[in-house]
Nanobody
Framework: QVQLVESGGGLVQAGGSLRLSCAASGRSFSTYIMAWFRQAPGKEREFVAAISWSGGNTYYVDSVKGRFTISGDNVENTVFLQMNSLKPEDTAVYYC????????????????WGQGTRVTVSS
């Protein structure tokens, strides 16, 4: 049974940092694209960042470039999202996702999802 389990969310002041983790289990993800999405209250789910474990390439939405870093440990099957210089507009539930196909910003490309971890950034 495939599982993606996120952790690391919480409440932080603007300018602070958080590190999210996504533990993947149930199969090998070595050929998958692993991504983070987020969904703020009243808004649609949006792509944040992705990493290709096979090539190590990374991708970011413009609003987080220079502040967030996605990385992975393919021995432990864990993906991380280091978030620095957090802003109130980063407040959302953050979801980990895995795609067998390719990198993309649409959630339809992703086959597996975690339950999400909440991030709240206070001003």
């Amino acid at each position: 049974q495939v599982q993606l389990v996120e952790s690391g969310g919480g409440l932080v002041q603007a300018g602070g940092s958080l590190r999210l983790s996504c533990a993947a289990s149930g199969r090998s993800f070595s050929t998958y694209i692993m991504a983070w999405f987020r969904q703020a209250p009243g808004k649609e789910r949006e792509f944040v960042a992705a990493i290709s474990w096979s090539g190590g390439n990374t991708y970011y939405v413009d609003s987080v470039k220079g502040r967030f870093t996605i990385s992975g440990d393919n021995v432990e099957n864990t993906v991380f999202l280091q978030m620095n210089s957090l802003k109130p507009e980063d407040t959302a539930v953050y979801y980990c996702a895995a795609s067998r196909r390719s990198v993309g910003v649409t959630s339809l490309l992703y086959d597996y999802w975690g339950q999400g971890t909440r991030v709240t950034v206070s001003s």
